[in-house]
């Protein structure tokens, strides 16, 4: 969560965002915001046109934005991104994360972002980049993160004036009561807090030791852990007994000090004890201590101090040392030697019997205590498994299991795990969200927030709905399933599994998308009718002849009838509407009944007890229906654009930059992008063939616009005058213009046969379903000409379906 404490700093959680009022551009399009950053990657800022929520975040954000990324890809990279999709993404260029709280500030002009280091507004310029279509309307400022904690204070919104350098003098530096080190460890405190991982907690602690130090002249009783020891140096300890160790010469203070670095990377210790710690450590082989001893006694030395002072030195494993950003970050621990005892089984005290096959794993309670909060009570809170070496965990999946296991000593997930949205992932996500494994259920939540797609959203809501710390993962299912509506609830019926909420929430989402409110009625009528198959409302009216609503929808009758005021009937066509009326739908659901006739009523007499009403208005997300009539028609999505979408006379698309077409060839006399959209024959227009990935490539492609989109359920060309007919192609779609889904496959196809004929295809299953803003036509084998068998001779094309 995020917690704002009196002007100090504002903590941002992973995954969320904040937006205080008072972050808010005076000009729209023009302002520059300064601030101080305390984080270990992704410093994120997000401008937009309006203000986001809480649990914001910019990788679903629909609405136009520009977001600012410092210490991405684990603080090795910058990025901007432009509504989503990445424009610049740089090494090297200054602009990283600190530990310690940095001076940042980015500006805004029409356009043009800069950004610098240091207190000082408009100054230390590190990096500008100019967008060549402006969002001139960003105004809202938002601090965000990515999967770690970022700590923000200082943030102030300035105007933008021709004399930037004057704007420092206006910037509100807090003075704070607290000084630098300790607001920087209260925000680290803080963060340690929400992680709830880490050894420091088993410092000097019985809990789970399995071995003691008896240390000094008064014979001080030290527990400790073989397996961390054993980790970070060679202390010579078995793994069958337990051990204990004599230390008559060396003091507490000594042994406290190398214990305190081995188990939180940090030591405090007096000068004059510098040189026994020196030497325990070289004793044990605490490499690390034994050369940050050396390199503090030389100092010492060299400046002639006096090393048996009683003033205290501060020791930290330095940060170059630390080959990982999770566990063991920031400790002298051997990563390697942690792989090989998981593996071996040395100084194992655990076994763990998992899944219904009781399979074994052999683990040690001080690693999984460590990372995890119910793990370390189950082993140290005098239940059985306090006393036992042995747990069983029957309803756990073993695969999914033993990879989290592996994280905990590795810091990292196995491969097989994020090779994509599949079912190890999902259990792996449950598990660490049931055990507590902070860090791994954020690298979980990261893979499916970047591999979401239609495909998957209905799989993942019914797993993760009911986890609370999942829910962005949950809203951005949702979103997706919303603006993928007609084709998630067509391509499969998995979507009547989901939960009454879930469900809920797709069809009141604002981005709900959909080409007809049929579809919204079918889909509710099979979610509520748990069905197993897909069918629409006409199947639905002749079940229920035979049964009762009670029969027929049990326990989720209760929820249709909710569902159904969802429906915008007025908004479906007359002559369908009559036809509910007489359906035996209407004459055993009341529900339905009244919605229907009050429809009627609405389209016929204009009647209604309130217009204002949402039924009444079209969805702000709706598709134009441009429906093939027949072979040359003016009803496809490309004359529509050459009438401004209905607003003007026809002009040729291309030339008023309607929509753009480009072909495999250069631009010609005979390859023209202007002629497939005009309404003119031309006897040769063709596309010819360019080398793709060491094969023979040609193809006409469109681009709808950049703020369009098109579900295609029908195509049509026309041939040139030539006779190089087509054989095989693909008629293809695409979001970006680089990944394509085939919409249709022709495998000898022999329709087109004379020159300068028409010739029309639907598009049928799924994929008329999705939106796209590329297509394509990509012949994929030589045509019936034998001169020039690659040129793709085509003078016409038109395509159809639900536009927006």
Not at 79 to 104: N, R
Not at 110 to 117: M, Q, R, Y
Not at 680 to 700: C, H, I, K, V, Y
Not at 729 to 754: A, M, V
Request: proline share 4%.
């Amino acid at each position: 969560m995020m917690d704002k404490k009196q002007k100090k700093f504002l903590t941002v959680a992973p995954f969320e965002c904040a937006w205080p009022n008072d972050l808010r551009f005076r000009e729209a399009g023009r302002g520059c915001v300064a601030f101080d950053a305390f984080a270990h990657n992704d410093v994120t800022i997000v401008f937009r046109e309006q203000v986001g929520s809480q649990h914001y975040h910019y990788k679903r954000d629909n609405c136009p934005h520009y977001t600012v990324i410092i210490g991405s890809h684990r603080n090795k990279r910058f990025k901007i991104e432009v509504d989503g999709k990445t424009v610049v993404d740089a090494a090297g260029v200054g602009l990283c994360c600190s530990s310690a709280f940095q001076s940042y500030w980015i500006s805004i002009y029409d356009g043009l972002i800069s950004i610098g280091k240091g207190r000082y507004p408009f100054q230390n310029l590190c990096f500008q980049w100019l967008d060549s279509n402006p969002n001139c309307s960003v105004q809202y400022v938002g601090l965000s993160s990515w999967d770690k904690h970022v700590g923000y204070r200082n943030v102030n919104v300035l105007p933008v004036t021709p004399n930037h350098l004057s704007l420092w003098k206006h910037v509100d530096y807090v003075e704070h009561d607290l000084g630098e080190d300790d607001l920087e460890q209260e925000l680290e405190d803080q963060i340690a807090n929400y992680e709830s991982w880490g050894l420091g907690k088993f410092l000097e602690n019985w809990e789970l030791s399995d071995m003691f130090f008896v240390v000094g002249k008064e014979e001080r009783v030290v527990p400790a852990h073989k397996l961390i020891l054993a980790a970070c140096g060679d202390f010579g300890l078995s793994s069958s007994v337990e051990e204990v160790v004599h230390l008559p010469d060396i003091s507490y203070s000594v042994l406290h000090a190398l214990l305190q670095y081995v188990y939180t990377g940090h030591a405090q210790i007096l000068e004059s004890d510098l040189r026994s710690l020196k030497s325990l450590s070289l004793q044990y082989k605490v490499m690390p201590l034994v050369k940050q001893c050396e390199e503090i006694l030389e100092q010492l030395t060299s400046h002639e101090q006096l090393v048996e002072s009683p003033k205290p030195v501060d020791i930290s494993y330095p940060s170059w040392l630390q080959c990982s950003k999770t566990f063991p970050y920031g400790l002298p621990i051997n990563r390697e030697r942690l792989e090989q005892f998981l593996s071996t089984g040395e100084y194992s005290d655990l076994d763990i019997y998992v899944g219904v096959h009781d399979l074994v794993l052999q683990s040690h309670k001080v690693i999984l205590g460590s990372w995890s909060v119910p793990f370390a009570k189950m082993f140290t809170n005098g239940m059985r498994e306090s006393a036992s070496s042995m747990v069983c965990l029957k309803d756990v999946p073993f695969e999914a299991f033993k990879i989290m296991l592996e994280f905990m000593y590795t810091g990292e997930i196995n491969k097989e795990a994020t090779g994509g949205i599949n079912t190890l992932l999902l259990q792996l996500l449950l598990l660490a969200d049931e055990f507590g494994v902070t860090l791994l259920h954020q690298e979980c939540c990261k893979i499916l927030l970047e591999c979401l797609s239609e495909d998957s959203v209905c799989p993942i809501l019914q797993v993760i709905s009911s986890v609370p710390s999942c829910k962005l993962i949950e809203e951005t299912c949702e979103r997706i399933f919303s603006m993928h509506f007609d084709y998630c609830t067509t391509a499969s019926i998995d979507f009547v599994m989901l939960d009454e909420a879930s469900f809920s929430n797709i069809l009141q989402h604002t981005d709900l998308t959909v080409t007809s409110e049929e579809r919204v009625l079918n889909a509710i009528l099979l979610w509520c009718l748990q069905a197993r198959e897909l069918y629409g409302w006409e199947t639905v009216n002749e079940l229920i002849v035979n049964s009762t609503p009670e029969m027929l929808f049990g326990e989720r009758l209760k929820s249709l009838n909710g569902f159904l005021n969802l429906v915008r009937f007025p908004l479906l066509p007359l002559e369908l509407l009559k036809k509910f009326e007489g359906s035996n739908l209407c004459q055993q659901i009341p529900t339905f009944d009244h919605l229907v006739k009050e429809a009627i009523r609405f389209l016929e007499f204009g009647v209604t007890g309130s217009k204002r009403s949402q039924k009444f208005q079209h969805r702000k997300s709706s598709f134009k229906e441009l429906l093939y009539i027949c072979d040359g028609d003016s009803n496809g999505v490309l004359y529509f654009a050459g009438t401004s979408y209905g607003k003007h006379q026809w002009v040729n698309p291309v030339l008023s930059k309607r929509v753009t077409i480009t072909a495999s060839s250069p631009i010609s006399r005979c390859t023209d992008p202007k002629v497939l959209v005009s309404r003119n024959f031309q006897g040769t227009s063709l596309a010819g063939p360019q080398m793709e990935d060491g094969r023979n490539a040609s193809w006409w492609m469109v681009d709808v616009g950049q703020d369009h989109q098109l579900m295609c359920n029908y195509y049509t060309l026309r041939q040139d005058g030539s006779g190089a007919f087509m054989r095989r192609w693909n008629f293809q779609g695409s979001l970006d213009g680089k990944s394509w889904t085939n919409l249709r496959i022709h495998e000898n196809d022999q329709t087109i046969c004379k020159p300068g004929q028409f010739a029309s295809w639907p598009i049928t299953g799924p994929n008329a379903l999705l939106p796209f803003r590329f297509f394509r036509l990509l012949m994929t084998a030589p045509t019936t000409d034998d001169t020039n068998p690659w040129n793709c001779c085509i003078c016409f094309l038109e395509l159809y379906g639900y536009f927006r």
